[in-house]
């Protein structure tokens, strides 16, 4: 007597039975077939690769596999809450309650296992009217995160107070870290940066007008610049870059594939046609060749401008440009993987005339970002 079933449907059967993770015998009854004549299309159409000496002698090695499936996924689970709950382990059921009740993507019972709470407690705490601390908590968080993403992930809770103070919302350092850390705000990692120059040439050197005076009264009257490479799966990009010391801004910049003369000289006209110098405006660099070139020194002639050069091997007489190279490196370049120069040109513009200009709160600047504190000198 011919079989009901067709190959096709056994084969669907077998692979819906050992995908799945409920048991055989359950797909079973859901097809409408015998569990044992199941188990039986099972062996007959799906071969393990490899069966271990201890579950060689089991009769249905598949449940075996499901159990295992199922434990993966809970251990993944766990995982995943330890990462997100750091901060609230060693904390007080109630912060551990006010925790769960802000996760939506984990089970109760997961979390209540790792966090080491009771399911009953927590239930309980739901019934419970929140306390008034508990409510300006829950009002606090999205403040809080609201100024973390504005700040790109690189605002710590200094920045972050400073923020929700000018918002007119007064809390303390402490409650701001205490709420980061329940909800799993972390600043992005710092990396070391290493300043390097090439100082090795026989053109001129200008002396050290600026002396490491880097705090100045009047825009437009102290200038430094530097040079940078950025990696990129195409190759080195090089920025090159002029700052006011007054306010720390960016007044000039230049990308290229070339660390040359050209690039430092390109950075130099923008910020001269950006901001149109008076005369006599020291501009301070190190002793790199591209600065000392003849080219770079015929603008410095042309405009009126006081050179100025770092000691040799002292990246500490140049330390604003320094350690503007050092946040754009630690809070933009590290955490990305630049596939071309064209794509890291457009990041680095972005970054510098949208964000670092305009909006990042600079602590040279009472915590006021370039722009708006040259504004804000201006209108006073």
């Known amino acids: ?20 993770d409920q048991p055989i015998s359950q797909t079973a009854r859901a097809l ?50 330890l990462k997100k709950a750091a901060g609230v382990l060693c904390k007080e059921q109630s912060v551990k309650y006010a925790w769960m009740r802000q996760q939506t993507e984990f089970g109760v019972q997961a979390m209540c296992r790792v966090l080491q709470v009771s399911r009953s407690g927590y239930y309980e705490s739901l019934s419970r009217a929140p ?33 929700l103070d000018k918002q007119g919302t007064v809390i303390s350092r402490r ?18 940066f290493k300043p390097t120059t090439n100082s090795k040439h026989d053109k001129p050197i200008a002396p050290n007008l600026l002396e490491r005076e880097f705090n100045v009264e009047t825009p437009d009257t102290a200038y430094v610049g530097d040079i940078t490479y950025i990696p990129t799966r195409e ?27 050209a690039l430092v000289n390109d950075a130099l006209r923008m910020a001269i046609w950006k ?14 060749s591209q600065y000392a070139s003849e080219s770079h020194r015929k603008i410095h002639l042309t405009h009126g ?21 050092h946040t754009l490196k630690t809070e933009l370049v590290h955490h990305c993987d630049y596939e071309s120069r064209v794509e890291a040109r457009a990041s680095i513009f972005e ?30």
């Open 1 to 20: 007597m011919p079989s009901k079933y067709s190959p096709e449907f056994k084969q669907d059967a077998v692979k819906l039975a050992v995908d799945s």
């Open 32 to 81: 409408g077939v015998n569990p044992n004549t199941l188990y039986t299309w099972v062996a007959k159409y799906h071969q393990p690769q490899t069966v271990d000496e201890e579950g060689a002698g089991d009769k249905h090695p598949y449940e075996e596999l499901k159990r295992l499936r199922r434990e993966i996924a809970q251990l993944k689970e766990e995982r995943d809450i």
């Open 131 to 163: 306390s008034n601390r508990s409510l300006a908590d829950d009002a606090l968080r999205p403040q809080i995160k609201g100024v973390f993403e504005k700040g790109r992930k690189t605002y710590g809770t200094r920045r972050i107070k400073d923020d």
């Open 175 to 192: 409650r701001i870290a205490r709420l980061m850390q329940e909800e799993g705000l972390a600043v992005k990692t710092k990396r070391k």
């Open 235 to 261: 190759g080195w990009l090089y920025l090159a870059v002029v700052i006011d010391l007054f306010s720390r801004a960016v007044v000039g910049w230049a990308m290229g594939s070339r660390i040359n003369a």
């Open 275 to 288: 901001r149109k110098p008076a005369r006599g405006l020291i501009f301070h660099s190190d002793r790199g």
């Open 305 to 325: 401008i006081l050179a100025s050069m770092s000691k040799k091997g002292d990246c500490w007489d140049n330390a604003v440009a320094e350690s503007f190279f």
């Open 351 to 380: 970054y510098i005339e949208v964000f670092y200009n305009r909006q990042r709160r600079h602590s040279a600047n009472g915590n006021e970002a370039p722009l708006v504190f040259e504004a804000m000198k201006k209108a006073a």
